[in-house]
């Protein structure tokens, strides 16, 4: 597609429910980032990909957020037991190279965790 | 403590005025870029610098990375209600691919 696409745009999830959210990267994109924003705040780093591997996680907050991009495109941030510390955007982002032409963000996904 | 440090962190102005906003580290970057960010959606690159010293344009918006790579600034000249938003500085590190991201101004421009 022409930009980066993440579903659901907005999600509310009860504490304890489970959530995926989706990235659909721009084609052709070797690179793809998670990132969490808090409310006014930059985005903080949460795990990357290049193709299907997974080259750093060190960003993931606990042991209940986990990523996968299994065949190289579409990518799936996957929260178990949400928190309602969790609540923030999540934005993705896809790249050819983040050093020189930077990221192409999505519009986010707003969790807000009741 | 962020890596990056931004500052002002609000700014509130009126249109017509200039401004600069500042973007700090004790780090080098192998590159450094501004994103700027509207409400619901996602940062929109605005810029990419890479050499010590380097400057660009942008129309009445200029860009400056430090002869360090430590520290950048953008310089907005007779600021208008467009330019209102919230601008992020964010870098690579050496042969990184990772961006790093300052805690963003918040720019408010009033007509």
């Known amino acids: 597609g022409a930009g980066v696409s993440q579903s659901p745009r907005y999600k509310v999830a009860k504490r304890g429910q489970d959530v995926a959210l989706r990235c659909d990267p721009i084609?052709?994109?070797?690179?793809l980032f998670w990132y969490q924003q808090a409310l006014g705040q930059g985005p903080e780093f949460l795990t990357y990909?290049?193709?299907?591997?997974?080259?750093?996680k060190s960003g993931l907050p606990s042991d209940r957020f986990f990523a996968e991009r299994p065949e190289g495109s579409v990518s799936t941030l996957k929260i178990q037991r949400t928190q309602q510390e969790d609540s923030a955007v999540y934005l993705c982002?896809?790249?050819?190279?983040?050093?020189?032409?930077?990221?192409?963000f999505g519009s986010g996904t707003r969790l807000t965790v009741v | 403590t962020q890596l990056l440090e931004q500052s002002p962190q609000f700014l509130s102005i009126q249109e017509g005025e200039n401004l600069t906003v500042y973007c700090n580290s004790s780090?080098?970057?192998?590159?450094l870029q501004w994103y700027r960010q509207e409400p619901g959606e996602g940062p929109v690159l605005l810029v990419t610098v890479v050499t010590g010293g380097e400057v660009k344009k942008l129309k009445r918006l200029t860009f400056q990375f430090g002869d360090a790579r430590k520290d950048s600034s953008l310089h907005i000249t007779a600021a208008q209600p467009g330019d209102t938003g919230l601008y992020l500085c964010a870098g690579v590190r050496n042969a990184g691919n990772m961006l790093t991201f300052g805690g963003g101004t918040r720019l408010m421009v009033k007509p």
């Open positions: 982002a896809s790249s050819t190279g983040p050093r020189l032409y930077g990221y192409t």
């Open positions: 780090s080098v970057f192998s590159s």
């Open positions: 990909f290049q193709n299907e591997a997974q080259l750093d």
């Open positions: 084609s052709g994109h070797v690179s």
